[in-house]
C-alpha cells in the first residue's frame, strides 16, 4: 500500500499463496483482496492486520465489489 498524497509506501499485506487479482475497500476502510489461491481475504485498513479469509467456491478470484454497509461482497472468476 502506497500514500495516494505523496506515493510513500505504507505497508505489505502477507498471506495468499497465489497472486492477487482484486482489491476493494469497504466503506469502513478495510481492504478486501481476491487470489489466484481460491481465497478473499480482509485486513484491517488501519494497522493491516488480518481478519477472515474467506474459500472460494470454484478457483481463483479476480473481481471484487464490497456493499455500501460492508457486509456484502461479491467476487467474479473467468475462467477456461
Known sequence: VWSATDGA???TF???TDLVGAL???PYGNL???SSDGTVRE???NDG???RTLQSDTAGVNGLA???DG??????YCGT
Request: proline residues 0%.
Open 24 to 26: 476493494a475497500v469497504g
Open 9 to 11: 509506501y505504507l505497508q
Open 66 to 68: 464490497v456493499g455500501q
Open 49 to 51: 492486520a488480518h481478519l
Open 71 to 76: 457486509g456484502l461482497f461479491v467476487r467474479g
Open 14 to 16: 502477507i498471506g495468499h
Open 32 to 34: 478486501f483482496s481476491g
Open 43 to 45: 485486513w484491517c485498513g
